[in-house]
Structure formats: structure tokens, C-alpha cells
């Protein structure tokens, strides 16, 4: 489930789908960048994982985070550089909540 819920938000193996949540997500990070989209954050590893059909394989999961996981690997790395958290709209948070379905924290 958790796959196709990336493919439905618009990240797939040719790309990101125009008029989708996932242009929308690359649209704003790049604005808040300065232009363009950083190796790593939410849209690159999003379309990595949209491209592969590799979300739930990489920990990301309708119901939440595997131990063990490279998803629990980037929530842990993600937490200890800012302090403990992760932060709302980082690459862990936005990753887990589109692989459930959600918004990934934008509206």
C-alpha cells in the first residue's frame, strides 16, 4: 500500500506527474531553497522511491516506520541533527506521511 500511495501522489518511474501533490512538494522545496531541489530531501527521495517501487521495501509503511529499517536509520540521523526531533515537512516526516496516504504535512 504504502508504494502506491507514493505512485498515487504523483512519483513514478518516468517522473513526477504534473498537477500532482508530488509537483506541488517539488514546487515548494525548490522555492524555499532558492530554486532547486537538494539530493536527499523529500522530492528526491520520494521520486527515488516512487521510481524503484521501493517505499515499503525501505521501512516507509502504511503503518508507520520498521525498526531496523533505512527508514528508521534516516528518522534517527534526521533527529540527531536537529536536536532530538524530526522535524514537521523534513524528509522522514514528509516521506511517512505520503507513504500513508497523506499530505506529506502541506495542504
Known amino acids: 500500500m504504502a508504494d502506491q500511495n507514493v505512485r498515487n501522489a504523483g512519483f513514478g518511474s518516468s517522473g513526477i506527474k504534473g498537477g500532482s501533490l508530488a509537483s506541488h ?15 536527499g530531501g523529500p522530492t528526491a527521495t520520494l521520486q527515488e522511491m516512487g521510481a524503484r517501487g521501493s517505499t515499503h521495501s525501505s521501512g516507509f509503511t502504511s503503518s508507520g516506520i520498521f525498526s531496523g529499517s533505512r527508514a528508521s536509520d534516516m528518522m534517527s540521523q534526521e533527529a540527531k541533527s536537529h536536536g532530538g ?3 514537521r515537512g523534513g524528509t522522514t516526516s514528509t516521506v511517512q506521511s505520503i507513504s500513508m496516504g497523506g499530505k506529506g504535512g502541506r495542504h
Do not use: Q, Y
Open 85 to 87: 526531533g524530526v522535524p
Open 25 to 39: 512538494l517539488m514546487s515548494e522545496e525548490a522555492k524555499s531553497s532558492g530554486g532547486g531541489v537538494r539530493s
